[in-house]
């Protein structure tokens, strides 16, 4: 995911050293072995991440597909869509696609049926990682007649597309598209390769929330989420939580995750579907429970500052990407 931040710097430090600076290098070079880069979600493009933080807040569709126009422009792609491939027994989506697509064109792949023939969708259903549409067999004259008639609309002949597997089990695929420039779309995907991979996991979590009324049936709270909804539970008020310290994450943080793992509206609501599934019932003690007669309380205590990052941090461990390609130490 944070590839591109250590090739940047390994580059930096080969200017740097080139250079005659070699001092900044050697400081450069301290730094980045210091770095803990598995813990940073820093997306290479500024819109990118405003967009990934805007789709935790997205209320409705048009939110979301408007974000997606906003993605695509950013990355420099002619369209963005989600589609959902395969859902759980148990899942209900009420929408199953956003997309960028004209409504013409949208219109015609319904009504011909073209699910049936399109090789992306195809591939999708089984493929666990990411793919371009060029390497797709087309030989097919059905399919070969298909993807001439969505060139003629706009859509493609270049195409990504990233498949993800949410936390329930459904397989849900981000796809971008262009015109004829393959190769520059090539270069697109291999410069903003893990915004789009974090783009896609805040999307599938954004449009999973407001698609499907399902909700899984247990769960794995931390400790900090836990302690919360038990405050909540005994008529604790908002402003005496916010002023709590917690082991991770400020109360804003928590109570966005919360909301995200309860798949509920608020942190009031989670609470009651703690209760109903019993986790309220025998809450586990905590060390943060037993106060030791030596222990002192610490003259400094870091609140760690709100943060969507952190957010989409926890989203990505709670999904399944493609495996991602080793990032390469230069030349990214």
Not at 14 to 29: K, P
Not at 46 to 70: G, M, W
Not at 152 to 157: D, K, M
Request: negative net charge; contains cysteine.
């Amino acid at each position: 995911m944070i590839g591109w931040v250590q090739a940047s710097l390994y580059e930096a430090i080969d200017c740097l050293a080139r250079s005659g600076q070699n001092h900044l290098a050697s400081d450069l070079g301290r730094l980045l072995a210091s770095l803990e880069l598995d813990d940073m979600d820093i997306l290479r493009s500024p819109v990118s991440e405003r967009v990934a933080n805007a789709l935790l807040e997205a209320r409705t569709f048009p939110d979301l597909v408007d974000l997606l126009k906003e993605f695509a422009q950013a990355i420099g792609v002619t369209h963005c869509t989600l589609h959902v491939i395969r859902e759980t027994p148990t899942s209900s989506f009420s929408t199953r696609a956003l997309t960028t697509y004209s409504e013409e064109w949208v219109s015609r792949y319904v009504d011909r049926r073209y699910t049936s023939v399109d090789p992306v969708y195809r591939h999708s259903l089984t493929c666990e990682d990411a793919f371009f549409w060029e390497d797709l067999d087309i030989s097919n004259p059905a399919v070969r007649a298909f993807c001439q008639d969505a060139r003629a609309h706009g859509v493609g002949p270049a195409g990504y597309t990233l498949p993800i597997i949410t936390e329930r089990g459904d397989r849900i695929a981000i796809s971008v598209s262009a015109a004829d420039d393959r190769e520059g779309l090539r270069d697109t995907i291999h410069h903003y390769e893990s915004d789009l991979l974090s783009v896609g996991f805040s999307l599938t979590e954004a449009f999973s929330l407001l698609a499907s009324d399902e909700r899984p049936t247990s769960f794995t709270p931390t400790d900090d989420q836990l302690s919360i909804l038990r405050a909540v539970a005994m008529g604790t008020n908002e402003d005496e939580l916010r002023a709590r310290n917690y082991l991770y994450g400020s109360y804003i943080t928590l109570e966005r995750s919360i909301c995200s793992l309860f798949r509920t509206k608020t942190v009031a609501q989670a609470a009651v579907v703690a209760a109903q599934v019993g986790l309220l019932t025998n809450s586990p003690i905590t060390k943060a429970d037993i106060l030791v007669g030596s222990q002192r309380t610490p003259a400094f205590r870091i609140d760690p500052q709100s943060s969507a990052s952190a957010v989409r941090r926890m989203i990505r461990m709670r999904n399944v990407g493609p495996r991602e390609r080793e990032s390469e130490p230069a030349g990214a």
